[in-house]
């Protein structure tokens, strides 16, 4: 039983650190390091860790972790649909192209496809963004109910740089605007390395139930591709919305 623990615990600190090694784990789970490495080849052979890049000696989650996250949360159409659309939206872009979904006052990233530029955005699956910080969780919140908008200007919006929005009045004219062009932006407002552009994912009923960004270093951030890719992914993800059951509208 100890054994099945220790796998479960090292599992879910390489989903919270990726990419990580033995050592790492054994400080953080306070394990022998004997033991955070049985544990570690128990999960490659199940087919739930893989190498780092072929480097045995760090480790990320497989698909198979997230196959089933995903199961358990109803996103694995949204995947379907959505990835190969994101795929041609990376061609177009050569930037990083993420898929982010609701989870309570934040949007957690459940897809990544990575641009083939040395310079790049790295975020593990799993991460969580803010909804009034980032491009994907603004996104989400300027096609929310103005219910779900208040509740968010309520509980208090943290400073993650100097560029975050906290003000209502700020954050309410952003919600604005992000509608009236059909995308939004984050020019190193929760990082100050990580520049945006995202659009949401309509289910049926209207409501946000995804968001689409790409994502860049904030130093290849400038105006005209900001503009030629906010463009790029608005139409991917009205594409997304309508091949769930959304009806454009306009």
């Known amino acids: 039983m100890q054994s099945v623990l220790n796998a479960l615990r090292v599992l879910e600190e390489v989903a919270a650190r990726q990419p990580v090694g033995v050592a790492d784990l054994a400080r953080a789970l306070d394990l022998p390091k004997s033991s955070a490495q049985r544990a570690l080849r128990t999960l490659d052979a199940a087919g739930w860790i893989r190498p780092a890049g072929g480097e045995v000696t760090r480790w990320v989650l497989t698909t198979k972790a997230l196959q089933v996250g995903r199961r358990a949360t109803g996103e694995l159409s949204l995947r379907d649909v959505a990835v190969p659309m994101m795929e041609e939206l990376r061609r177009r872009t050569d930037e990083t192209v993420h898929l982010t979904v609701p989870d309570g006052d934040k949007v957690v990233l459940?897809?990544?496809l990575e641009?083939?530029?040395?310079?790049?955005?790295?975020?593990?699956?799993?991460?969580?963004?803010?909804?009034?910080?980032?491009?994907?969780?603004?996104?989400?919140?300027?096609?929310?109910?103005?219910?779900?908008?208040?509740?968010?200007?309520?509980?208090g919006l943290e400073e993650?740089?100097?560029?975050?929005?906290?003000?209502?009045?700020?954050?309410?004219?952003e919600l604005t605007l992000i509608r009236e062009r059909g995308?939004?932006?984050?020019?190193?407002?929760?990082?100050?390395?990580?520049?945006?552009?995202?659009?949401?994912?309509?289910?049926?009923?209207?409501?946000?139930?995804?968001?689409?960004?790409?994502?860049?270093?904030?130093?290849?951030?400038?105006?005209?591709?900001?503009?030629?890719?906010?463009?790029?992914?608005?139409?991917?993800?009205?594409?997304?919305?309508?091949?769930?059951?959304?009806?454009?509208?306009g």
């Open 115 to 155: 641009t083939s530029k040395a310079v790049r955005i790295i975020l593990a699956l799993g991460t969580h963004l803010p909804l009034h910080a980032s491009a994907n969780g603004k996104a989400v919140l300027a096609a929310s109910a103005p219910e779900v908008i208040e509740r968010q200007l309520a509980a």
């Open 160 to 173: 993650f740089t100097t560029a975050t929005l906290t003000g209502r009045d700020a954050v309410l004219a």
């Open 183 to 249: 995308y939004a932006t984050n020019s190193g407002e929760w990082r100050d390395d990580v520049s945006a552009v995202a659009a949401p994912v309509l289910g049926e009923a209207g409501t946000p139930i995804a968001s689409i960004s790409v994502n860049m270093p904030t130093s290849r951030m400038s105006p005209e591709s900001t503009a030629a890719h906010g463009a790029l992914v608005s139409e991917t993800a009205r594409q997304v919305s309508a091949a769930l059951g959304h009806s454009r509208q």
């Open 110 to 112: 459940i897809e990544r």
